[in-house]
Nanobody
């Protein structure tokens, strides 16, 4: 069993940056692929970024490509999401998710473990 805790959310002006962290405990984190998802009010949860278990494969949603960077430090059991050039439409609760296996998935149903989420609010 893996427990995930996100942090780093907050209120930022458009054009600003935030770095989200997802810290894992209770499992061999290097054996888990990780995805970042987000859910805005009234909208479905959507994939933002994913990273394979050793970080050699990464994917971004088109909406965040070129602005967000996902990375991981398996020695610290942590995955990061660096978010730059933030826009009001990035406002959402951001969740990290993990699943045992090498490759990430873009479908939220593929993940067995979820954090509680961290709120990101971007003001215009």
């Amino acid at each position: 069993q893996v427990q995930l805790v996100e942090s780093g959310g907050g209120l930022v002006q458009a054009g600003g940056s935030l770095r989200l962290s997802c810290v894992a405990s209770g499992g061999t984190f290097s054996r888990y692929a990780v995805g970042w998802f987000r859910q805005a009010p009234g909208k479905e949860r959507e994939f933002a970024a994913g990273i394979s278990w050793i970080g050699n494969s990464i994917k971004y949603a088109d909406s965040v490509k070129g602005r967000f960077t996902i990375s991981r430090d398996n020695a610290k059991n942590t995955v990061y999401l660096q978010m730059n050039s933030l826009k009001p439409e990035d406002t959402a609760v951001y969740y990290c998710a993990a699943d045992s296996g090498q490759w990430y998935a873009t479908d939220s149903f593929a993940y067995n473990y979820w954090g509680q989420g961290t709120q990101v609010t971007v003001s215009s």
